[in-house]
């Protein structure tokens, strides 16, 4: 019997303990949010975490302390009572906000996307301190309907979508760098000569980005080249996007031209349908 309540002790001062540092991390992030616009890179993690601390505190309360049955009901409901009206915050808060969000593969990045379902207006926000965010930028077309992520490289994810027109769009997100941070450099002067994968070539040259698929080949002048980033472009037709170029990480960026260029880069369509990118070796200089 003592070391069934010695055992029942340390656990509800573990949920109990765990409760309280949810309830800090809810009061530093409501600090961090008023004093400098952080965010949570999801806004259904707020609603979560209450749910997690009423969860976690009612349990500990009921294990701890020795009440009498109307007692423990009494917490009970105050808990259920909590817990449904965040479920009902929740569901208003996702009524409110559509929030697009995906992890690398190697779940050290995150992709956060915010859209104000009335306005249509989407934000990009850039992470900080790991699930806290701020806005980034104000993405230049509208989202219309459904959108998709895919992470080209661990630190780079593109956002796949329609605007209103029903034009194809791709916004990219970078999280790295292939220079250490040391310059600013341009991707499609960085890529230059040929490149090969699998039934397609990419040239780039003087003139632009050329991309042969098959048979069938069309050059992008580098007036239809959005940069984001160092890491990757989007080449576009007509105001509509057509493919992204990304560098992989083994890519080597390299302030002396004369040198060899080494690594891949990655080839991905703009399509609403399910693709896979295609990867791109370097073949010789153009």
């Known amino acids: 019997m003592k070391d069934r309540a010695k055992w029942k002790k340390i656990v509800g001062w573990t949920l109990f303990l765990i409760a309280i540092g949810f309830f800090c991390l809810q009061m530093g992030f409501l600090f961090l949010h008023v004093r400098y616009q952080v965010e949570y890179i999801d806004n259904r993690i707020f609603y979560m975490i209450n ?24 917490i009970a409901s105050i808990g259920v009572i909590f817990f449904l009206t965040n479920i009902v915050l929740l ?3 996702n009524q409110q906000i559509r929030n697009i969000t995906s992890i690398s593969p190697s779940l050290s990045k995150i992709f956060s996307v915010k859209e104000n379902v009335q306005s249509g207006e989407a934000i990009y926000y850039r992470p900080y301190y790991g699930i806290l965010a701020r806005p980034k930028e104000v993405l230049e077309n509208k989202i219309n309907g459904n959108n998709k992520v895919k992470w080209l490289a661990k630190d780079i994810a ?7 027109n029903g034009d194809i769009q791709q ?11 040391l310059s600013y450099y341009y ?15 990419v ?8 991309v042969t698929v098959g048979n069938e080949s069309e050059l992008f002048s580098w007036e239809n080249l959005e940069q984001f980033g160092t890491l990757a472009i ?8 057509v493919w992204t170029i990304a ?10 031209a004369s040198k060899p260029t080494v690594g891949n880069i990655s080839l991905y369509k703009a399509t609403m349908e399910e693709n896979q990118p295609i990867i791109l070796n370097y073949i010789d200089s153009n």
Do not use: C, M
């Open 51 to 74: 749910l997690l601390f009423v969860v976690f505190l009612a349990v500990a309360l009921l294990v701890l302390l020795k009440l009498k049955n109307s007692h423990q009901v009494i």
């Open 91 to 93: 569901e208003n808060s």
């Open 158 to 164: 593109v956002l796949t979508y329609k605007d209103k």
């Open 171 to 181: 916004f990219v997100g970078t999280y790295g760098d292939r220079k250490g941070g």
């Open 187 to 201: 991707v499609g002067a960085e890529i230059h000569g040929v490149w090969q994968g699998d039934n397609v070539t």
């Open 203 to 210: 040239t780039s040259g003087p003139d632009g980005i050329n």
């Open 234 to 241: 989007v080449l576009k037709k007509d105001n509509e996007a």
């Open 247 to 256: 560098l992989k990480e083994n890519f080597e960026v390299h302030s002396d």
